[in-house]
């Protein structure tokens, strides 16, 4: 049975401040490198909206967001994974292409953000099929874990995201012609309290799980492979001091890349 919270108008006043309504002026204030773009939102479930609005709203100040995405999708590559069977389903990404054509066409948007890490095989599709720029929410983060070096530890929330995560950080590593290992970690009590609401005990388990893998051997660095983990950074926002290696998240690292986009500082 669901439990309500006990103040149901600060709860629907809050969440309309973070994802706003839908209107064709431009957002009322922000960066003025920013104000007047849009950026689409291709999600892999619906509730993800809200760190999608949040942390796209807290990194690129004035840009519009246009969300698009249905627990259909997740639900569809959930039961593949249960099955057995290749993770994202080939209708999966022809979804996120139908979404991305209707971004482009019905939202006008000046680029897109497949936020999605399960989701992350979608990628070429979605950018062949569009002629806006197309990012994968999790590149930056991978690319930056790259670069840092060392071993990295990829925690992951779901099962189905662990193997997409670790395949696009090899590929990332062999993109920019270096060698990567890495050992990933799926913490299933942090998706439990996410579901549950209680987003303290979802953080709580991850650094938990941090903890644990660095007291058994050295790591470079941590990646957390899901956006929805980037809330972690609300409880840890300085990561290096308390678990002495940086932890780096795709909600942080992957809209600061669309920030470079929208700026025009890189191609």
Known sequence: MMTFPDDPLRLFSDYVRVTGIGRL???????PALVGKRLGLINGA???????????????PGVQLVNAGNDA????????????EPCPPQENIDAFVRMARDLVELGRVDAILITCSTMNRSYPAVAEAVDVPVVQIDMPMMEAAVNHGGKVLVIATLVTTVNSTQALLEETAQRLGKDVVSAGVTV??????????DIQGHNE????????????????????????????????PNPEAEFGLPVFT??????????EILTGRVG
């Open 188 to 197: 299933e009590e942090a998706w439990h309290r996410l579901a549950a609401g």
């Open 25 to 31: 002026e431009p957002e009322p204030g922000g960066d």
């Open 73 to 84: 999708v997740q639900l569809n590559f959930t039961e593949a994974y249960v099955r057995g």
């Open 250 to 259: 795709s909600g942080q690292l992957g809209f600061q890349r669309v920030r």
């Open 46 to 60: 619906s509730w993800i909206t809200l760190w999608c609005n949040y942390f796209g709203k807290l990194y690129l």
């Open 205 to 236: 388990a991850l650094a938990q799980a941090i903890r644990e893998a660095t007291a058994r051997e050295p790591f470079g660095c941590v990646v957390l492979a899901q956006l929805s983990m980037t809330v972690f950074m609300l409880s840890y």
